[in-house]
């Protein structure tokens, strides 16, 4: 329910607003956000782009994160007395990371002492640098009979703003270490737990490896920690594509054949395995040097490589193993980097809006937001997300693979060869191919763009129905030529619209099929109709919305007025529909920069309400509604 505040403001019940000032000049607002009731306010800052001191990344241990509440009430923590006296408690002090923010709040942010770094991430994020890999460079005391502390406490006095723990394997390797470098380390950190100590100063070289485990294709990002800045990309296909294309035929093959469910881990593993050696040849960086790795993928790719069966996944009720991030290393992977090296997931909605989309609204700052937006995610299943700071939706709409070129007679991924934009005028018809290379196919951006172009000349019916030759002499008859019959394959014949020929024969040209436009009008009616139940579900109307941002490549390539005329987005102006790009990677990359983003990410699973679009009463009128083209 929306309530108005007393100032005339929307308020979410269960949300409370913060205002962060300078504390240079108190007028001087430096952001506003609302947040979940609960949320400390280090998060709320850091999440907001506003910088509050801290080297522990919001652990409460550095005592650095010093704020101060002019107006709301919050209560004094464990470890508030030990950062202020009490005359500054009295005064509204707090130390951010421990403050929970349970009503609206004013607080005043104290100049940095050191200026943080930041690096542009996501959809245009300036992501504040605080990686949870810390190395330290250590110079400490040799031990003598006076001073017997333990090699560990040693270490561990020399971080004392830091409460750490450390596994066997590093107490194992400690006394060597510490000898054979005369006490001059470098300490290893990832959040809390002290992964190694290195000898002599290698603080120069910090890095993190951030994965996009798509079920197509899969990304890895070598990013440099001390910097934010990536090092090396890298793509390929994933190797488990020999199971089938998409997650259902992988869940399947699993159910069906001894051995797949290890098959398909080993064939992930292998390929993480073989782009993390790549980047580190691009870059020449020592994969030992690589301390943490952050994977986004759907719930059946990190299910699969994590060696989980997915068969739950697959049948109703559609349960996931675990909707938190499951603890793992990057050897769980299959990802050979440093031994101890933590690999980072992002949490789940639930089977079919998964830790993919999650790491997409991290990069697209979704929530972050005032501005109502709406997030497609186009693929075979569909995720859709509609909402702002306020409140927000997701849900997941079965599109089918119609968008990716499968189903579709002369469909492809977008690659080289694939028509990804077309344009229809009364002399002929105009094609951009990618790679400015010889057709050999269309994508979902050019099957978008092919089917807009043919409602505007009046040679498809909003129906779908593509004209008689007949009336396409008199809508268009420069582009008569085009329309044409092929072989149906059960005896009869197809009519289509060819969009490149190979020598005369329609059949073996590059064409747009009855069927094809069909394929498409069911997927952009299950996409159409879970938006605009996210739209009724939300009170707003279509108008209100401010932003579509489009995911995945078919969002790059897609022409956003085509988008607009077949209806698989609302009619916006097209500046305001804006491709997102590859956000899932985006997300891993910002959740490796920064650990108070990856506690924003786990936060979502109470922000963002998932909607079951089937369950509505109304489901299946607006699909039907939703089959035809905007007239
Ligand atoms: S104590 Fe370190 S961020 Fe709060």
């Not at 006296?85 to 421990?98: I, K, N, S, T, V």
């Not at 049948?315 to 603890?327: D, G, L, N, Q, W």
Request: hydrophobic share 45%; net charge negative.
């Amino acid at each position: 329910m929306v309530v108005d505040g007393a100032d005339g403001v929307e308020t979410q019940p269960g949300r409370v607003l913060l205002r962060f000032l300078d504390t240079a000049s108190e007028a001087r607002v430096l952001g506003e956000t609302r947040v979940p009731s609960g949320t400390t306010v280090f998060d709320a800052a850091s999440w907001n782009g506003i910088a509050i001191d801290s080297t522990c990344g919001g652990h409460g241990t550095c005592r650095k994160c010093r704020v101060r509440v002019l107006d709301g009430a919050v209560g004094v923590s464990d470890l508030d007395p030990r950062a202020f006296a009490p005359d500054e408690l009295a005064d509204g002090w707090r130390l951010a990371c421990r403050a929970n923010a349970q009503d609206d709040l004013v607080v005043e942010v104290p100049p940095l002492q050191t200026r943080p770094k930041a690096a542009l991430a996501g959809v245009g994020r300036h992501v504040i640098l605080r990686p949870a890999v810390q190395k330290r460079h250590l110079v400490l005391d040799e031990p003598t009979l006076e001073d017997q502390l333990s090699d560990l406490e040693r270490v561990y006095a020399a971080m004392d703003d830091l409460e750490l723990h450390a596994s066997l394997d590093v107490v194992r390797e400690l006394p060597r270490i510490l000898r054979a470098s005369d006490y001059d380390v470098t300490a290893v950190v990832v959040d809390d737990e002290l992964i190694g100590v290195e000898t002599g100063d290698t603080t120069s070289s910090c890095h993190a490896l951030a994965f996009d485990l798509g079920t197509t294709t899969v990304v890895a990002t070598l990013l440099d920690l001390t910097t934010g800045q990536p090092l090396s990309v890298r793509s390929q296909l994933n190797r488990q594509h020999r199971y089938g294309a998409d997650v259902i035929a992988r869940i399947s093959a699993t159910m069906i054949e001894p051995g797949a469910l290890d098959d398909l881990r080993q064939q992930a593993h292998q390929t993480l395995a073989e782009l993390t050696t790549e980047v580190c040849a691009d870059a020449d960086v020592d994969p030992r040097e690589i301390y943490e790795i952050v994977v986004a993928g759907n719930v059946t790719m990190i299910q699969l490589a994590l060696g989980i069966d997915p068969e739950p996944l697959g049948m109703a009720p559609f349960v996931v193993a675990s909707r938190a991030p499951v603890a793992a290393r990057a050897s769980d992977f299959g990802v050979d980097v440093h031994p101890r090296a933590p690999a980072v997931t992002f949490p789940a909605l639930g089977a079919y809006v998964g830790p993919d989309i999650l790491a997409g609204l991290v990069a697209t700052g979704l929530t972050r937001d005032r501005r109502t937006r709406l997030f497609i995610d186009v693929g075979t299943n569909c995720e859709i997300v509609l909402g702002s700071s306020s409140q927000a939706l997701a849900t997941a709409a079965p599109a089918g693979p119609a968008f990716e070129g499968a189903t579709i007679r002369c469909g492809m991924r977008a690659a080289e060869g694939a028509i990804e934009g077309v344009r229809l005028a009364d002399g002929g018809v105009e094609i951009q191919v990618i790679g400015d290379a010889e057709p050999i196919g269309i994508c979902g951006s050019g099957l978008v763009d092919a089917v807009s172009e043919l409602l505007r000349v009046g040679l498809l019916e909003s129906s779908g129905r593509l004209v008689l030759e007949e009336e396409a002499g008199e809508r268009a008859p420069g582009l008569v030529e085009h329309m044409a019959r092929v072989p149906n394959g059960k005896g009869g014949e197809e009519r289509v619209f060819v969009l490149a020929w190979r020598g005369g024969d329609p059949a073996r040209s590059v064409y747009l099929s009855q069927v094809d436009v069909r394929r498409l009008q069911e997927a952009k009616a299950a996409i159409a109709t879970g938006w605009k139940l996210l739209v009724r579900r939300l009170g707003i109307q279509e108008d209100d919305i401010q932003q579509v941002l489009l995911g995945g490549s078919f969002g790059a390539y897609l022409t956003p007025a085509s988008a607009v005329r077949v209806g698989l987005v609302p009619p916006l102006a097209v500046t305001r529909i804006v491709a997102a790009g590859n956000v899932a990677g985006e997300g891993a990359k910002i959740a490796a920069l920064s650990l108070p983003e990856r506690h924003a990410a786990t936060a979502l699973l109470d922000e963002v309400e998932y909607v079951e679009a089937s369950g509505n009463a109304d489901y299946n009128d607006l699909f039907l509604e939703e089959l035809t083209f905007p007239a």
